[in-house]
């Protein structure tokens, strides 16, 4: 049971433009969630949270979004940069299952076209 | 100053042997974290360690896999009787003692198994 789902794998964006990765969950007792990016042969690096009792979180170029009726989050990356190019996980975290363990995602491909 | 470090960064091994890989947390960093990620999948959660006992090892996949703390620093996760099934890579995350702490990964272990 996939219980965080990237459902695109994959997503290209000119330089310049606007980058939306998308995030649905399942289980309504996470309460903060989490975006990393990976570049090929490096662990995740963390970008960005946000915690259930917000709905916006903001970062310099990265925006994440908390729908929690829709049980859904995005991370908004703009303006995009060759340089952001890299796969990017979700992950979610509560107080069910042990509290601090993460629940990731599939992962998002970003390309960032010239 | 300086993440989570990893060794070895690449191990290969052949069925049936014993795999020892270590994981050195950022410093003062209560919590530690071992994650498997498979190819075209997420970081999965094997165990958690606040200080130097488990606190969550509900991740970890049958009795062949075992991880210590002894000092409440280092790491080692403890494969025995490696499997195909079991090439991966190994990725170690630490953060602070807290709920909703961000976990900072390191590189990963990359455990092919012949």
């Known amino acids: 049971d996939q219980q965080v789902k990237q459902n695109s794998p994959s997503l290209s964006v000119q330089e310049g433009r606007i980058s939306i990765l998308n995030c649905d969950y399942t289980?309504?007792?996470?309460?903060?969630f989490l975006w990393y990016k990976k570049y090929p042969a490096e662990g995740p690096t963390f970008l960005i949270s946000?915690?259930?009792?917000?709905d916006k979180n903001e970062d310099g170029r990265f925006t994440v979004f908390l729908n929690k009726s829709a049980k859904h989050l995005s991370l908004h990356i703009v303006p995009s940069q060759p340089g952001d190019s890299a796969v990017y996980f979700c992950?979610?975290?509560?107080?069910?299952?042990?509290?601090?363990?993460?629940?990731f995602g599939t992962g998002t491909q970003l390309k960032v076209e010239l | 100053g300086a993440g989570v470090s990893q060794t070895p960064s690449n191990k290969v091994t052949e069925k049936g042997k014993y795999v020892e890989l270590r994981c050195d947390p950022i410093?003062?960093?209560?919590?530690l974290y071992w994650y498997r990620q498979s190819l075209g999948q997420g970081p999965e959660f094997l165990i958690y360690?606040?200080?130097?006992?488990?606190?969550?090892d509900s991740g970890l996949p049958n009795d062949r896999f075992f991880a210590v703390r002894p000092e409440g620093s280092v790491s080692t996760l403890k494969i025995q009787r490696t499997e195909r099934g079991d090439s991966a890579v190994y990725l170690c995350?630490?953060?602070?003692?807290?709920?909703?702490?961000?976990?900072?990964f390191g590189p990963g272990t990359r455990l092919l198994v012949l």
């Open positions: 410093s003062g960093h209560t919590a």
């Open positions: 360690f606040q200080g130097t006992g488990a606190a969550d």
């Open positions: 289980n309504s007792m996470f309460d903060y």
């Open positions: 995350a630490s953060s602070g003692k807290g709920l909703q702490e961000t976990q900072y």
């Open positions: 946000i915690s259930s009792i917000k």
């Open positions: 992950a979610a975290g509560g107080l069910t299952g042990g509290g601090n363990k993460l629940t």
